[in-house]
């Protein structure tokens, strides 16, 4: 496990939700937050827009599955404990995160938990992924005026910054 996932898992840990939204989801990624939830008998929900990620997901049997853009999808989401987008704000506009954050924030019940790259990191695409461009840099004081917390302890892992809010 890396050491951002160690960080996502205390705080599911704390949160100790029966339910979690994992956005975004591929065979070389964040797998661990998906192991946690069947460990712990959590129920694990993706959202994923990549069909061969979505592909994956269904022949792994990795929990639910919502196939479609967290940009639309987040539009009409259920309730869920906890909410966690790792490596993914980073791949909308500022306007769209700050719209789809307001969604996320009504479905989530617990607390929500982002990472991203803590640089700016401009890419076309990423792992033959269209949708993993790299379109914006929320830094620090656009988390902060939504209410989040920067988690200084993780400063610098992986180049990951993390940030969370609890309800």
């Not at 205390?10 to 998906?34: K, T």
């Not at 129920?43 to 196939?67: M, S, W, Y």
């Not at 992924?129 to 993780?154: I, K, V």
Request: glycine share 6%; aromatic share 12%.
């Amino acid at each position: 496990m890396s050491q951002q996932h160690n960080i996502v898992i205390e705080y599911l840990s704390q949160w100790r939700p029966r339910s979690v939204l994992n956005i975004g989801l591929r065979s070389s990624s964040n797998l661990d937050v998906y192991h946690w939830c069947k460990t712990n008998r959590v129920l694990h929900c993706t959202v994923e827009i990549h069909k061969p990620n979505q592909q994956f997901i269904l022949d792994e049997r990795l929990g639910f599955l919502i196939a479609g853009d967290i940009v639309e999808v987040a539009k009409k989401l259920p309730r869920f404990d906890a909410v966690v987008w790792l490596h993914g704000p980073e791949h909308l506009t500022l306007d769209h995160l700050s719209d789809t954050l307001a969604y996320l924030e009504a479905s989530a019940i617990k607390g929500l938990l982002f990472q991203m790259p803590e640089q700016p990191e401009y890419t076309p695409f990423l792992h033959g992924n269209p949708w993993e461009r790299h379109l914006s840099n929320p830094d620090r004081a656009f988390w902060s005026h939504g209410g989040y917390t920067y988690d200084a302890s993780a400063a610098g892992v992986e180049n990951t910054a993390t940030y969370w809010k609890c309800k």
